[in-house]
């Protein structure tokens, strides 16, 4: 059974950086493509971006430059780190296996003066 488990969601001013967690027992996240998606309220949910076995990463252009997502095989945990955060980055964050559709319990992301 895949589990995942979100932690370093907070508040934070605009121009500030936060790093989201999420580490995965049941599987293998060198094998596996992970993903972090976000839903602010009102709105669907959205790929922030997503990361393949081979390591290529895929980057919503809304935080391009800004977002780096890294997987750390040995710890079996892959990060989000956001840098230079906008108040429209405000939303819940979730990791997401995508061979399963196994999703966390999400990390509230808040940016506001």
């Known amino acids: 059974q895949v589990q995942l488990v979100e932690s370093g969601g907070g508040l934070v001013q605009p121009g500030g950086s936060l790093r989201l967690s999420c580490v995965v027992s049941g599987i293998f996240v060198r094998f596996a493509t992970m993903g972090w998606y976000r839903q602010a309220p009102g709105k669907q949910r959205e790929l922030v971006v997503q990361?393949?076995?081979?390591?290529?990463?895929n980057y919503a252009d809304s935080v391009k430059g800004r977002f780096t997502m890294s997987r750390d095989n040995a710890k079996n945990t892959v990060y989000l780190q956001m840098n230079t955060l906008i108040i429209e980055d405000t939303a819940i964050y979730y990791c997401?296996?995508?061979?399963?559709?196994?999703w966390g319990q999400g990390a509230q992301v808040t940016v506001s003066s």
């Open positions: 990361i393949a076995v081979g390591g290529y990463t």
């Open positions: 997401n296996h995508h061979e399963t559709g196994t």
